[in-house]
Each structure stands twice: as structure tokens, then as C-alpha cells.
């Protein structure tokens, strides 16, 4: 069984900054990372996936996956009050293994 | 559909009751989950089927929980006898690609919040 590893929180930096959510992972034969946002009382929603080692960049948002550390990271560039939720961390491997998530609040 | 589409949005129930919570996953999604999650907590695995094969049901937290897809498509969650601790969103996502969890995101619905009084 696949252990995800995330801070719980709550994270909070202020508007403008640079969030840093980080997550590892126990298990070497994991090979699809994901990063989903979850508003309060809302679904989660994909922001980002990963699966070769290295840096992702999409917009505001980087990921990043270095597999010999078990570590997956999320950076938010220029945070935006409206980047304040929940972050899930997903590996997978028979089936999706999610972190219990990291709160982030970034603050006007 | 053009999401998951899950029912009712919301249930208010009885303890001891049954209830059936169902889901109807995007259209040739081969996958489908069911999870739980309790108010401030993190998403808790309950049951996983990928097309033919048969289900992975090492989430389910007692006999009380049952759950079946018929047709390949729509899944429906049974909770017997329900309980105050059931209460909780239970959240179906279901993922396009036939090759497994490698090869495909998840989307979830969203959710069927469930209150046991």
C-alpha cells in the first residue's frame, strides 16, 4: 500500500509570494503525480500532472518530480487570494493513492 | 454527460436506514471510484472498478457498504443500517483511459452529501 505524504497546514503567505506545497510518496514504482485543488465544499479539480522527472510548468504553476526522493512539489508563482483551498497530492499506481491535502491561504 | 453526474446532491436520513447513492460517470470512462470524505478531512479510498475486472473493494469500511456498476457505466453505492458516522460527501470520479490509474486523470462529481441523523 502507497503511503502520500503531505503537511496538513494551513500554509499562508501573502498576496503576491510564492506558495510551496511538497509531497512524497513510499512506494519507487509509482509512475503518474497529480496535483488537484479543492475549494471549500467544492470537488477537486486537476491543476497539474506530472510523470517524468524534472519541472512542468503551467502558467502561475510549477511541479515538480525528482522519483529517487519520492518527492513531488507544487509551486504557485504570483499567489492569488483566489489560490486559497486545499491541495491534493495523488500518486498512482493500482489505483489513485491521494494525500490527506495541505491548506494554503494567501492572504489579501 | 458533460461531468460526472452524481445523486441526490444531498440526503438526509435516518439512523438505520438505507440508502443508495448513484453516479453516472463521463460517457466511455472506464474507470470509476468511489470516496468518502469527511467535513475537514482528506479523501478516504472506498472502492475502485476498471471495466471488466473485478472490483477493488479494500476500501469499504464494513458489510454495510456495498456497491455495483452495471453495463460498464453507472455505479450505484448502498450504505445498510446506515450510521451516524456515515455522514460524510461520498465522491465518485471516474477516469477515461483503459490502461489503469497510469494513464488517465481523474474527474470528479460533486458529491452526495450524506447526513445520518
Known amino acids: 500500500q502507497k503511503e502520500v505524504e503531505q503537511n496538513s497546514g494551513p500554509l499562508s503567505v501573502p498576496e503576491g509570494a510564492i506558495a510551496s506545497l511538497n509531497c512524497t510518496y513510499s512506494?519507487?514504482?509509482?509512475?503518474?503525480f497529480f496535483w488537484y485543488r479543492q475549494y471549500s465544499g467544492k470537488s477537486p479539480e486537476l491543476i497539474m500532472s506530472?510523470?517524468?522527472?524534472g519541472d512542468k510548468e503551467d502558467g502561475r504553476f510549477t511541479a515538480q518530480l525528482n522519483k529517487a526522493s519520492q518527492y513531488v512539489s507544487l509551486l504557485i508563482r504570483d499567489s492569488q487570494p483566489s489560490d486559497s483551498a486545499t491541495y491534493l497530492c495523488?500518486?498512482?499506481?493500482?489505483?489513485?493513492?491521494f494525500g490527506t491535502g495541505t491548506s494554503l491561504t494567501v492572504i489579501p | 454527460g458533460a461531468g460526472v453526474s452524481q445523486s441526490p446532491s444531498n440526503k438526509v436520513t435516518e439512523k438505520g436506514k438505507d440508502v443508495e447513492l448513484r453516479c453516472d460517470p463521463i460517457?466511455?470512462?472506464?474507470?470509476l471510484y468511489w470516496y468518502r470524505q469527511s467535513l475537514g478531512q482528506g479523501l478516504e479510498f472506498l472502492i475502485y472498478?476498471?471495466?471488466?475486472?473485478?472490483?477493488?473493494k479494500s476500501g469499504l469500511p464494513s458489510d454495510r457498504f456495498s456497491a455495483e456498476r452495471t453495463g460498464g457505466s453507472v455505479s450505484t453505492l448502498t450504505i445498510q443500517r446506515t450510521q451516524q458516522e456515515d455522514s460524510a460527501v461520498y465522491l465518485c470520479?471516474?477516469?477515461?483511459?483503459?490502461?489503469?490509474?497510469?494513464?488517465?486523470?481523474?474527474?470528479f462529481g460533486e458529491g452526495s452529501r450524506l447526513t445520518v441523523l
Open positions: 470520479a471516474s477516469s477515461p483511459l483503459a490502461g489503469g490509474p497510469d494513464t488517465g486523470e481523474l474527474f
Open positions: 460517457s466511455g470512462h472506464t474507470a
Open positions: 472498478f476498471q471495466g471488466n475486472s473485478a472490483p477493488d
Open positions: 512506494d519507487r514504482v509509482s509512475q503518474s
Open positions: 506530472i510523470y517524468s522527472n
Open positions: 495523488a500518486v498512482t499506481g493500482n489505483q489513485f493513492y
